[in-house]
């Protein structure tokens, strides 16, 4: 047992290393984005710099150099970097701006929601007929049992996805295959959805999407930026660091007082994510950002919060790639298969309204990902296409963690009724 264990350890364990490695690779990958080279320019012409932070690191965690099982370096970033850049992303935000986007946003996410409940049935009954043994089963390791707590994961995030095993009985083992299942064909979709990002105007020309109220909240965000913009001396950084940092000190510490205050006295509230640290620590430093948004500390855009911010979101990025491991995609295939028709349902369906209703693909992108990834990646792929567009898949990915129990237990009866 002794020798197994050792032999699955990776090469590199130190997770200082690992950051560095990380570190390493941005840092390679935004100098040969911006570099003059001809190749250089011709690579990233079709592959954006983005995917690149995304997908350089899960090649380690592929060939066994890197562990996301063994490092704590992704718990680092979602815990304390993303509550920092959520504060420098969102404190120079437009509140009626953001109002004036309109209701296409909602219909999005609503689209993906409706995409996970209806694909999840679909899905089992199509892979049914090649593998009858997937059905029929009643026990709990019962596929169907498995596929509705990865309905929670997919339209709220972890939590969700904890309360629906213990809803629907999940042992283990199925439970197990569908965390690799999320774990696969999630990124494999958020890689797509990055490339989108970085071709957007042109899908979004191509589609007549009407992107005005976009480019306004874009425009008047930046247009404040250039109005007040300075040479950014170090006390501007370390103002900076003080508020991105100092607001998520604070959010963990209020979390601390909130989550047990609402386990120990409204134990029912767990089903709306009330229990989970992180939710509250989203939830608080988004508040304080928006509220940080009306006074003088919105100036700090002028001399570069947005840019420390996504400094911070990039380093995220890496470390959600170090998630991904092609391999497993050749293991369990017929859960694999489940999985990727599954998240096909729900991009049809996206794109099938999105199209109907002329919605830019930022849209799209945001309400999938805020059911998809929630508050941890949809702010990745909101400011993948603008650093002010951060919080609109916070507030869209906070309203999945309100939907989510609701949801995913509707989805678990239609897979009840088609699986059992």
Known sequence: ???????????ITNDATVLGILALILGLVFYTSTSSNAACRSFYKYVPALLMCYLLPSLLNTFGIVSADISQVDEVAKYYLLPACLVLLTLSIDIKAIAGLGSKAVIMFLTGTVGVIIGGPLALLIVSAIWPELIGVSGPDA??????ALAGSWIGGGANMLAMKEIYGADGKIFTIMVTVDIVVANIWMAGLLYMA?????????????????????????????????????KDYMLILAVGLGAAGMAHLAADYLVPFF???????KKFSLHSKLFWIIVLVTSIGLALSFTKVRNLESVGASKVGSSFLYVLVATIGLHMDITQIVEAPKYMVIGLIWMAVHVILLFAVGKFIKAPVFYLAVGSKANIGGAA????IAS?????LAPVGVLLAVLGYALGTYMAWLCGQLLRIVGS
């Open 1 to 11: 047992m002794q020798d197994s264990v050792v032999a699955n350890m990776p090469l």
């Open 263 to 269: 386990q120990n006295n409204y134990p029912d509230l």
């Open 377 to 380: 990646s949809a702010p990745v």
């Open 384 to 388: 993948a296409f603008h650093p002010s």
């Open 143 to 148: 596929v169907w049992r498995g596929m509705a």
């Open 198 to 234: 970085a071709n957007h105007k042109r899908i979004d020309a191509k589609n007549g999407a009407d992107t005005s109220s976009i480019d306004r909240l874009v425009e008047k965000v930046e247009a404040h930026t250039k109005a007040n913009s300075r040479t950014p001396e170090l």
